[in-house]
């Protein structure tokens, strides 16, 4: 059975960090894309950025929003991918998921081409 289990989000002021970390377990995801998406109150979910699995080629990607603030990563070895959050705004109140799909990430960047989900962790900015 697939898990991913998000932790790390809170409440911040505007212009703070967070380190959002997601374990998986249940699968080999070699082949996997890894993503973050998030969803604030009333609008759609939307993509944040994804890596691929892969320890050969460690591809990200990022929404433009986020490019330069967010930074996504991951630790095979822990079966971890991260998201590290810099200078937080209060638009970026969500509950953040971790989601995982078959393929290059790259090319994955709708919550539709994802199979497996996390239960989302909640990031508030206060401005």
């Known amino acids: 059975q697939v898990q991913l289990v998000e932790s790390g989000g809170g409440l911040v002021q505007a212009g703070a960090s967070l380190r959002l970390s997601c374990t998986a377990s249940g699968r080999t995801f070699s082949s996997y894309a890894m993503a973050w998406f998030r969803q604030a109150p009333g609008k759609e979910r939307e993509f944040v950025a994804a890596i691929s699995w892969n320890w050969n080629a460690s591809r990200k990607y990022y929404a433009d929003s986020q490019k330069g603030r967010f930074t996504i990563g991951r630790d095979t070895a822990q079966n971890t991918v991260y998201l590290q959050m810099n200078s937080l705004k209060p638009e970026d109140t969500a509950v953040y998921y971790c989601?995982?799909?078959?393929?290059?990430?790259?090319?994955?960047?709708?919550?539709?081409?994802?199979?497996?989900w996390g239960q989302g962790t909640q990031v508030t900015v206060s401005s």
């Open positions: 989601a995982a799909g078959r393929g290059d990430p790259g090319e994955l960047k709708t919550e539709y081409e994802y199979a497996y």
